[in-house]
Each structure stands twice: as structure tokens, then as C-alpha cells.
């Protein structure tokens, strides 16, 4: 049974971080890139990051570079995206994909 289980939501101030993590199981998790979308309330499903199967290449949206690092631990089918200097508008459900998998999404929310 393919599954992408995502962890580590929560509640932030602005400010601080959180390291999401999505575990992958029933499928070769190391043979695909991955991504981390996320959906705020009301608007459409984002794109945050991608990374290459290798590890080697990341990308990012122009509203998280320089705060999020997406990154994968392929010998433990596991991806994290690690998210730091936090805002308001980074609150949002926050999903893993890969291939056509996705996770059940894991919420962020940033507020004082």
C-alpha cells in the first residue's frame, strides 16, 4: 500500500520554525524527485519546493528562498522540509508529493 505520511505541523510564532517530515512507504521513494506544495484557506494549491531523487537539485518558491531547505533521507524513504524565519502568510495545510502520491497534509499554522 503506497502511503506518504507527513508530520510536524503545528503551531508557530512568526518568526520561528518547524521541520516537516514525510515518510513514504509501498513505493521506490528514492527513484523520484519530490515536492512540498501547500494550500492557505481560500487559494489554490502552491508549489514550496522541489528536490531531485539525488538530493542534488532544489528548487524553490520566491517566497521561501533563503527561509525553507528541502531536503531526503532516501535510505529512510523520508523527506523533510525544514522551515525557519516563519510568517503569517506561510500558514497553510502543507502536503508531500511524489509521483502521483500524495501525503494527507499536516497544518502550519504562524500566528502570535
Known amino acids: 500500500q503506497v502511503q506518504l505520511v507527513e508530520s510536524g505541523g503545528g503551531l508557530v510564532q512568526p518568526g520561528g520554525s518547524l521541520r516537516l517530515s514525510c515518510a513514504a512507504s509501498?513505493?521506490?521513494?528514492?527513484?523520484?524527485?519530490m515536492n512540498w506544495y501547500r494550500q492557505a484557506t481560500g487559494k489554490g494549491r502552491e508549489l514550496v519546493a522541489s528536490?531531485?531523487?539525488?538530493?542534488?537539485?532544489?528548487n524553490y518558491a520566491e517566497s521561501v528562498k533563503g527561509r525553507f531547505t528541502i531536503s531526503r533521507d532516501n535510505a529512510k524513504n523520508t523527506g523533510y522540509l525544514q522551515m525557519t524565519n516563519l510568517k503569517p502568510e506561510d500558514t497553510a495545510v502543507y502536503y508531500c508529493?511524489?509521483?502521483?502520491?500524495w501525503g494527507q497534509g499536516t497544518q502550519v499554522t504562524v500566528s502570535s
Open positions: 508529493n511524489c509521483q502521483n502520491y
Open positions: 509501498g513505493f521506490s521513494f528514492n527513484y523520484y524527485p
Open positions: 528536490i531531485r531523487y539525488t538530493g542534488g537539485t532544489t
